[in-house]
Each structure stands twice: as C-alpha cells, then as structure tokens.
C-alpha cells in the first residue's frame, strides 16, 4: 500500500528485491507504475491518496475511508503472507493494526517519522506492526525501546542515485549545455503542493532570474499536474529559458545546479545528487497550526534532520515568499566555496544510507513469515 509518487517509488525498489527472493511473488494494491513494474496489481491508484495536512485529508475524508475500507475487506478475503504498507502512515497504521489483529502479518517499510513529531505514535506502531523496515540509522534503536522490531535496510534511493551524478550525461538529455547555470524547481508531486507552492517557488525563480539572466530553470512533474505547473510559471512571467518535464525529477537535480525543492523525499534525493538547495513549505494555515505544535525538533527537511544541523536553509509557512526565497537562492549561487562544502556532507551522508536494501529487506521478511 503506496500512497503517493515517492511511496511509489520506494515500493517499487522494494518489489524488485522481493521477485528475485520469490520468482512467483503475486501483489497487489494501492500504488503506481515503479510497482506495476514488477507485477503489483494496482486496485487503485495512489493518486487517490495522495494529499497532505489535516485540511486537505478532510476534504477527502469520505473518499479514503471508503478506499481504506474495501481495501481492508479484500485483504482479509486473500489473505495473503504479508501486508506490506508503504510509508502513508495516518493511512496505513490503522489498517495494519485491524489486519494484524484478525491473524494477519503486518510490516511497515519506513518508520513513521516518531523522532521528529507526533511520539505518541509509537504506542500504536507497535501494536500495529509484526515488523518496520527503516531507512535511516537511527531508527531501530529508538524502536526497540518501545518494544517495536525494526531492521535498518539503508535507504533505497542511496543505491538508485549514483555516488557520482552524470551531470554532463544529464545536461544533454534536457537540453542544456555544460556551461549553463541552472536552478531545478521541485514543488511537489501532489495537488495540495503545487496549489501551495508553485506560485512562490516560480516568483523567486523570476527574481533570481532578473538578476542572473542567464539562468535555465527546468522543473519536473508528475503528468496530472503538468498544465498547472506550466500555468504557474506563466503566471510569474516564466517563459523563455524554462522548460517542464514529466517526470524526468533524477535527470533533473543530475543537470542542475541548485534546487528549491518542497520538503519531503525529493529534498533527500536531492542531498543524494549532491545538489545544494532551499527547502521550502507552505501548507493550508489551520494544518500548519497543529503541525507546529507537534513538532519535536528544530527540522524540517531530511538533510538537516539527518546531519542535526541546518546545512541548507529551511523557510516555512509565511517565510516561504518569493523574497526570501530569492534571497536564499542567490545565497548559494554567490558562494562557490559554500556549495562545494554541503556537497561533500552530503556524499558523507549518501555512504552512510547506501545499503543492500533489497537483501535487507527480504532477509526480515522472511523472518516475518517464518515466526508464524
């Protein structure tokens, strides 16, 4: 069960490892087209599911509870050897807890991020889960101190994305030359982020852009968003040197430079390419009022969360305005010394999540199989 794009993609890795482990392997559920690309029979998909903040989810809260629903029916009809939920955990940890009570196996792959807000949740995870796979070191520590098992498996991206980015290989794929200066603008693969997002982050783009006329702007998105994308652009007089792809998000942070990128998974592909960057969120005004004060620590954006530290800017809610992201942008761009430093965090960072996910992975879930 993936709920949205970088779910997808998660899962999809996931499956690989697991039809070499099992040849005859059968899924299906809620995901996308990296899972469908090992067979997973999508029975709906993650679109669906893919919208954040408390708002937002109410305004499609009918929906997914009917989804959640008969999805929990057929999977107790099946059976099958495990449920593997994907991420998604406000939808996922309640389905896994009904199912495991009913004699079921469950497994979440990705802890839900208990270290960062919403502690409580562990209470609930380990009634809910026979196993979690995490993708960050210092997961399985904290879990078992609350009596959760849990394997780190390393994060799959970090064996996806080359130690070493094929910048020059990526630039001619995009059509850009070698001696462009190029920002990567990423805000979101959901509806609620460009609806949030696309606006500010291509208003920064426009200023910068003023002051660097040279610069090549190139954006990837998910092809349902595409025609917003592109109007939002337009909107901030973004025409000539800009360019919109589908999909296409690795060739893009590979080709750029510098990136403004919404927090979430793309901020760590991005560490992964070894791209500095501003991480930027806005949301709807009422979400972000209870997300704050369930906050637990100072970060927001998997790269500083992961190195403890703010070594790329952050800026939220209100500070997330064209102004202040210009400014971080061209922060970064003015400081090549800068640049090379957080580029060589991040390929310590990229060695510390590179692990041999898929047999990780499969080696737990065999384990989870067998105790039963």
């Known amino acids: 069960m ?5 779910g997808d993609l998660l899962a999809g890795l996931l499956l690989g490892g697991m039809k070499q482990r099992w040849p005859d392997l059968r899924s299906g559920g809620i995901g996308g087209p990296s899972m469908a690309a090992y ?8 679109e669906k599911l893919a919208v954040r903040g408390y708002v937002e989810v109410l305004r499609h809260y009918r929906e997914i509870i009917g989804i959640r629903r008969e999805l929990k029916e057929r999977v107790l009809r099946e059976r099958p050897d495990l449920f593997i939920g994907v991420d998604a955990p406000d939808f996922n940890l309640d389905l896994e807890l009904d199912l495991r009570r009913a004699g079921l196996r469950t497994v979440q792959f990705v802890c839900p991020s208990v270290w960062a807000w919403r502690a409580e949740r562990l209470e609930k995870i380990r009634r809910a889960c026979d196993h979690v796979l995490c993708i960050f070191p210092f ?3 904290l879990l078992a101190r609350h009596g959760v098992p849990a394997t780190y498996v390393g994060h799959p ?6 130690l070493e980015a094929d910048k020059a290989g990526a630039r001619q794929l995009l059509g850009l030359q070698d001696a462009d200066e190029v920002l990567a603008v990423l805000p979101g693969s959901r509806s609620s982020e460009v609806q949030y997002l696309a606006a500010p982050f291509f208003e920064a783009a426009a200023r910068v852009r003023r002051e660097r006329p040279a610069l090549k702007i190139i954006v990837p998105s998910v092809p349902a968003l595409k025609a917003k994308v592109e109007a939002a652009a337009r909107r901030a007089g973004l025409k000539d040197g800009l360019q919109v792809f589908e ?9 750029c430079d510098l990136t403004l990128v919404a927090s979430g998974t793309a901020t760590l592909e991005a560490a992964l390419f070894k791209r500095p960057m501003v991480i930027a969120y806005r949301m709807n005004a009422i979400s972000w009022q209870i997300m704050k004060r369930k906050a637990l ?7 500083n969360i992961l190195a403890r530290d703010f070594v790329v800017p952050e800026l939220l809610q209100h500070d997330a305005n064209p102004e202040a992201l210009a400014a971080a942008l061209l922060e970064w761009l003015r400081s090549p010394a800068r640049m090379q430093a957080v580029q060589k965090e991040f390929n310590v960072l990229h060695h510390q999540l590179r692990r041999d996910t898929a047999t990780l992975a499969t080696e737990a879930l065999q384990k989870v199989i067998d105790r039963r």
Do not use: D, K, T
């Open 2 to 6: 993936a709920g949205e794009a970088s």
């Open 39 to 46: 067979g997973f029979q999508p029975w709906w998909p993650y």
């Open 139 to 141: 997961e399985p520590a």
């Open 157 to 162: 991206l970090a064996n996806v994305i080359p």
């Open 247 to 255: 999909g296409q998000s690795h060739a893009v942070l590979a080709a």
């Open 297 to 303: 620590q100072p970060w927001v954006g998997l790269p």
